[in-house]
């Protein structure tokens, strides 16, 4: 059983019985389908669903603890409010959490207090509305993020917990170097030494390809990534700004970064931290890329290419996520939509300079 064929059942029951309550709908769908308890989740392969009940339209009912989240966060967890003549669906993964509201005053990174409110779960994340059609690729953001990294977010917009002040604040020197990032970036695609990286590092793709796509079936986005990183990295994972260190041309330092695109699924992976990247590309010969893996796990093919990121196909999917921005960051960015067609070989990549130090620019002012 699909998410969408128990949202499709439960909202058909609803409609063919416009007076069943909470109770009536949940009971109706445990014996529909058996779902396992725990305790007021229901777990389903591969999705959890919490029932709620609000009179009107609005839901302030407190929906679950931040604890019990926990255990659930790594597949959707879907909110099934029933209302007075219909069922409204969320999809209430902590990335989709604005705050922790009901008992939270102990909220810490080492205190998982309190519990969610129905008004605490987000409408919409980042422009795409919470609905039911739009689960599949809000998921896919949701699980570019750990469990850690959202619980860090949360306990600052819950306390108002400043934390570590991480953002860069850039001289008029670095400036002048951040600004020039594009250009090097552009020079780096004739770069003999860069091309002779991606020639190598496509190679090694290529020999790991039966290894990777066993890899790409695993469906926590967070292991999947790791466990491709591993392979070609040799070792851990490090979660630094990128995965391999390069020095090439004329005394060029080249970051990668390895990022996981399934052609056939809805992903969107994690960009990259924006005060880090901006620190980075602060300083002289700074260059940094992404080695773009596209898997098709229907057709078994895999293919990579090595790009920097002001790249245009990247650059257009690149997006910031704003509700990640805090008093001490700049946030995040993360990769959605077709950037996977960067990875074909026969893809041309281009640098557009006027829009990349646009770009640059509005990740600054952030």
Same mark, same amino acid.
């Given at each position: 059983?699909?998410?969408?064929?128990?949202?499709?059942?439960?909202?058909?029951? /609803?409609?063919?019985?416009?007076?069943?309550?909470?109770?009536?709908?949940?009971?109706?769908?445990?014996?529909?389908? !058996?779902?396992?308890?725990?305790?007021?989740?229901?777990?389903?392969?591969?999705?959890?669903?919490?029932?709620?009940?609000?009179? =009107?339209?609005?839901?302030?009912?407190?929906?679950?603890?931040?604890?019990?989240?926990?255990?659930?966060?790594?597949?959707? +967890?879907?909110?099934?409010?029933?209302?007075?003549?219909?069922?409204?669906?969320?999809?209430?993964?902590?990335?989709?959490?604005? /705050?922790?509201?009901?008992?939270?005053?102990?909220?810490?990174?080492?205190?998982?207090?309190?519990?969610?409110?129905?008004?605490?779960?987000?409408?919409?994340?980042?422009?795409?509305?919470?609905?039911?059609?739009?689960?599949?690729?809000?998921?896919?953001?949701?699980?570019?993020?750990?469990?850690?990294?959202?619980?860090?977010?949360?306990?600052?917009?819950?306390?108002?917990?400043? $934390?570590?002040?991480?953002?860069?604040?850039?001289?008029?020197?670095?400036?002048?170097?951040?600004?020039?990032?594009?250009?090097?970036?552009? @020079? !780096?695609?004739?770069?003999?030494?860069?091309?002779?990286?991606?020639?190598?590092?496509? =190679?090694?793709?290529?020999?790991? @390809?039966?290894?990777?796509? /066993?890899? @790409?079936?695993?469906?926590?986005?967070?292991?999947?990534?790791?466990?491709?990183?591993?392979?070609?990295?040799?070792?851990?994972?490090?979660?630094?700004?990128?995965?391999?260190?390069?020095?090439? $041309?004329?005394? /060029?330092?080249?970051?990668?970064?390895?990022?996981?695109?399934?052609?056939?699924?809805?992903?969107?992976?994690?960009?990259?931290?924006?005060?880090?990247?901006?620190?980075?590309?602060?300083?002289?010969?700074?260059?940094?890329?992404?080695?773009?893996? $596209?898997?098709?796990?229907?057709?078994?093919?895999?293919?990579?290419?090595?790009?920097?990121? +002001?790249?245009?196909?990247?650059?257009?999917?690149?997006?910031?996520?704003?509700?990640?921005?805090?008093?001490?960051?700049? =946030?995040?960015?993360?990769?959605? =939509?077709?950037? $996977?067609?960067? !990875? @074909?070989?026969?893809?041309?990549?281009?640098?557009?300079?006027?829009? !990349?130090?646009?770009?640059?620019?509005?990740?600054?002012?952030?």
């Amino acid at each position: 059983m699909k998410l969408e064929d128990a949202i499709e059942y439960i909202s058909d029951y /609803k409609a063919k019985n416009p007076r069943a309550d909470k109770a009536a709908v949940q009971q109706a769908f445990v014996e529909w389908c !058996s779902p396992m308890r725990a305790r007021s989740v229901w777990v389903c392969t591969g999705f959890s669903v919490r029932f709620s009940q609000a009179s =009107g339209n609005g839901f302030s009912n407190t929906v679950l603890s931040l604890s019990a989240l926990q255990s659930h966060d790594t597949m959707p +967890f879907v909110v099934a409010l029933v209302r007075e003549n219909d069922v409204k669906f969320f999809l209430a993964n902590t990335t989709l959490l604005k /705050k922790i509201s009901h008992s939270s005053h102990q909220l810490r990174l080492d205190n998982i207090k309190g519990s969610f409110n129905g008004s605490d779960i987000m409408s919409e994340y980042e422009g795409i509305e919470n609905s039911p059609n739009k689960f599949e690729i809000l998921f896919a953001q949701h699980s570019a993020f750990t469990w850690e990294e959202n619980l860090e977010r949360l306990v600052e917009a819950t306390n108002a917990i400043v $934390g570590y002040d991480r953002r860069f604040r850039p001289s008029n020197e670095q400036l002048d170097m951040l600004w020039d990032a594009p250009n090097r970036a552009k @020079a !780096s695609l004739v770069d003999p030494d860069f091309n002779a990286t991606e020639i190598a590092l496509v =190679g090694r793709v290529n020999e790991l @390809a039966g290894e990777i796509l /066993k890899a @790409a079936s695993v469906d926590n986005v967070n292991l999947r990534g790791n466990a491709i990183e591993q392979l070609l990295t040799g070792g851990g994972n490090a979660h630094e700004l990128g995965d391999l260190k390069y020095n090439i $041309g004329d005394g /060029k330092r080249l970051i990668v970064d390895i990022k996981t695109k399934l052609i056939d699924r809805a992903s969107a992976p994690k960009a990259y931290n924006i005060d880090k990247m901006l620190s980075f590309l602060s300083e002289p010969n700074s260059v940094f890329a992404f080695l773009i893996i $596209g898997v098709c796990i229907s057709d078994q093919t895999v293919t990579a290419r090595l790009l920097p990121i +002001f790249d245009t196909a990247l650059l257009q999917a690149t997006g910031v996520q704003h509700h990640w921005a805090g008093r001490t960051s700049r =946030g995040v960015t993360q990769l959605s =939509g077709r950037f $996977g067609r960067a !990875s @074909a070989a026969d893809y041309v990549p281009s640098i557009d300079l006027a829009e !990349s130090e646009r770009f640059l620019k509005k990740l600054v002012e952030l």
